[in-house]
């Protein structure tokens, strides 16, 4: 069913809405994962075309803060690890040139595409014991659908560069990329809801 503009206002203001929640909760960065994780959740709220719950997301956001930590430093170590060694191949202190480079943007692509399917699956299931099945599923689904997992990264990628040179759109590019994560996903992933209702 088209939506007529004022839904798409509406619709376009709860998103922003949204990401500039998640920009301020994730300030201390320690709370990035639960701040992301319940974003996502709230995305689907909105998906579905019903009112996010303040309630329900706050239980949602400290039910999360331990195991969202965890990814935190997770995906902090794994940041890190690629940065190092984009330095070390570009100062030449490790060998391989551009191939090395191409390798290593491309693991940070895949890295990219499973890190947000993990968050699209965390925002469909609101278990806080969901973490590590969510992450096998992003695995599974990354691997059978390489192209619902390129699509995911591309669409990160543009808000990532988007934010890097216009940062005062940070906020609301955070809300929009999760919202654009779940449409790609639930689209291009085969039986995306049948999978999570076997899951759930």
């Given at each position: 069913m088209?939506?007529?503009?004022?839904?798409?206002?509406?619709?376009?203001?709860?998103?922003?809405?949204?990401?500039?929640?998640?920009?301020?909760?994730?300030?201390?960065?320690?709370?990035?994962?639960?701040?992301?994780?319940?974003?996502?959740?709230?995305?689907?709220?909105i998906?579905?075309?019903?009112?996010?719950?303040?309630?329900?997301?706050?239980?949602?956001?400290?039910?999360?803060?331990?195991?969202?930590?965890?990814?935190?430093?997770?995906?902090?170590?794994?940041?890190?690890?690629?940065?190092?060694?984009?330095?070390?191949?570009?100062?030449?202190?490790?060998?391989?040139?551009?191939?090395?480079?191409?390798?290593t943007?491309?693991?940070?692509?895949?890295?990219?595409?499973?890190?947000?399917?993990?968050?699209?699956?965390?925002?469909?299931?609101?278990?806080?014991?969901?973490?590590?099945?969510?992450?096998?599923?992003?695995?599974?689904?990354?691997?059978?659908?390489p192209?619902?997992?390129?699509?995911?990264?591309?669409?990160?990628?543009?808000?990532?560069?988007?934010?890097?040179?216009?940062?005062?759109?940070?906020?609301?590019?955070?809300?929009y990329?999760?919202?654009?994560?779940?449409?790609?996903?639930?689209?291009?992933?085969?039986?995306?809801?049948?999978?999570?209702?076997?899951?759930?």
């Amino acid at each position: 069913m088209k939506r007529d503009w004022q839904e798409t206002v509406t619709l376009a203001a709860d998103v922003a809405l949204v990401g500039i929640a998640v920009t301020v909760a994730a300030l201390p960065l320690v709370t990035a994962g639960a701040a992301l994780r319940t974003g996502s959740a709230a995305i689907c709220v909105i998906a579905r075309g019903e009112k996010v719950s303040p309630a329900a997301m706050w239980r949602l956001f400290r039910a999360s803060l331990l195991p969202g930590l965890a990814a935190t430093l997770l995906a902090a170590a794994v940041v890190l690890l690629l940065v190092f060694n984009v330095g070390a191949v570009a100062a030449g202190r490790v060998p391989g040139g551009s191939p090395a480079l191409a390798g290593t943007g491309a693991a940070a692509a895949v890295l990219l595409a499973i890190a947000m399917l993990a968050l699209v699956r965390l925002g469909w299931d609101p278990s806080p014991s969901s973490w590590r099945g969510a992450l096998r599923w992003a695995f599974a689904t990354a691997w059978r659908r390489p192209g619902a997992a390129a699509a995911v990264a591309g669409v990160s990628a543009v808000a990532a560069a988007l934010a890097v040179f216009v940062p005062l759109t940070a906020p609301l590019l955070v809300g929009y990329t999760l919202y654009a994560a779940h449409a790609v996903t639930t689209r291009l992933a085969e039986r995306v809801t049948s999978v999570h209702h076997a899951q759930g």
